[in-house]
């Protein structure tokens, strides 16, 4: 990263950009330099087994160092090129706090920060679901744990207004505001000590009232244009194992890009979603799992990361990087660039996901055409 954060550090992140399949979009916005690239990926949950398998590792020998950041091993190259490094942090650093009654609690050890560094993770969306798994003490020290690290952090805080504040980052001479949000309609069974209110910690986000968020929502997308040339929201939302999103995900995306923000990224599912184009504005709805702990060996491994080209006066290009979530059991929680025909796997996946919407990147829909000679038969997941 070569960027000024609003917490005032400097950054450093360099590495050589692996050639991979992709799709690209590339519209006329440029202001003559080379635009940034900004970089996202999935859901990021360092505890459970990504903890257990470092502890594993370290029993048979491995370095510590190397068994900490074990999990972006086979990426980092192409994460730490990029001018920024964008994630949704799944679980709080922490090993104290009280556990939350709910139906999965995720934590990981703050020396597990490492894999954040190593793998060039600037900034984190910290609105979703497990944040809070370890009440209001869990937050905090994640909170301190991040600004250690100097990664700036969004969507959760000691009040709701902290929660909804941005994370304003400048690379280049170009602002960012990144906004974050958790929502999953009338289907949460979270509690609702998960969210901010005006006096509580969380993350922010509605309970439940979709008209609620997105007043919300655009009222802050408004305020952070007012300060910064790009505003993007990160969701949490959607519902778990499908691919296709909910009306509210629509609704609120398009409402976010209406007010003023250049894309829209989203997670959750801990699968693929399509990706949109709204008023030529990217809304990439799920990028499923990334470095995920939570599950040793996930049914579903396809996973992506998406490219953002900026320049100041706009949008230059969408780029999209085929990975695999992991190669279990030998390398568990591990994502990796895919290629040839696993490549071509994911890129299909996306297309078909993508077919339905009446605009996505063109690559995309050139792969879901008939007569476009490139449609495969869907492979196993």
């Known amino acids: ?187 949460n069974i979270e509690p609702r000590e998960v969210i901010a209110t005006a006096t509580t910690p969380g993350v922010a986000g509605h309970f439940s009232d979709a008209a609620a968020l997105e007043a919300m929502l655009v009222a802050d997308v408004r305020a952070a244009r007012k300060r910064a040339d790009h505003v993007i929201p990160f969701f949490h939302w959607g519902r778990e194992g499908r691919g296709q999103p909910e009306p509210y995900q629509v609704a609120l995306a398009h409402a976010a890009i209406d007010a003023g923000a250049s894309a829209v990224i989203g997670s959750h599912p801990h699968v693929l979603q399509g990706i949109e184009l709204y008023r030529g504005k990217p809304v990439v709805y799920s990028l499923g799992n990334f470095v995920f702990g939570g599950n040793w060996n996930p049914t579903d491994k396809r996973t992506a990361l998406v490219h953002l080209l900026l320049t100041k006066a706009g949008l230059a290009g969408v780029e999209v990087t085929p990975a695999r979530s992991d190669d279990y059991p030998d390398r568990p929680c591990q994502p990796f660039l895919a290629e040839g025909a696993q490549a071509d796997d994911v890129l299909d996946h996306l297309a078909r996901l993508s077919a339905a919407f009446p605009a996505t990147l063109p690559q995309l829909r050139a792969r879901a055409l008939p007569d476009a000679g490139v449609a495969r038969e869907p492979p196993a997941p």
């Open 1 to 187: 990263m070569r960027a000024r954060l609003d917490l005032g550090g400097p950054g450093g992140h360099h590495g050589l950009v692996l050639a991979t399949a992709c799709a690209l979009l590339v519209t006329a916005a440029t202001d003559g330099g080379a635009p940034l690239r900004v970089t996202f990926a999935g859901d990021v949950t360092l505890g459970f087994h990504v903890e257990e398998w470092a502890d594993t590792l370290v029993a048979k020998g491995t370095p510590k160092d190397q068994a900490l950041t074990w999990g972006f091993e086979r990426v980092a190259p192409l994460t730490r090129a990029a001018d920024l490094f964008v994630v949704n942090l799944e679980c709080p650093f922490t090993d104290k706090g009280e556990k939350l009654q709910k139906n999965f609690n995720f934590r990981a050890r703050p020396e597990l920060l490492a894999g954040l560094l190593a793998g060039g993770v600037d900034v984190v969306s910290l609105a979703n679901n497990h944040l809070m798994d370890y009440g209001p003490e869990g937050l905090f020290d994640t909170l301190t744990v991040l600004d250690t690290g100097r990664i700036a952090r969004f969507g959760a805080g000691r009040t709701r207004a902290d929660a909804r504040a941005p994370a304003l980052v400048e690379v280049q001479g170009v602002k960012l505001a990144f906004l974050g949000y958790f929502f999953l309609g009338d289907r």
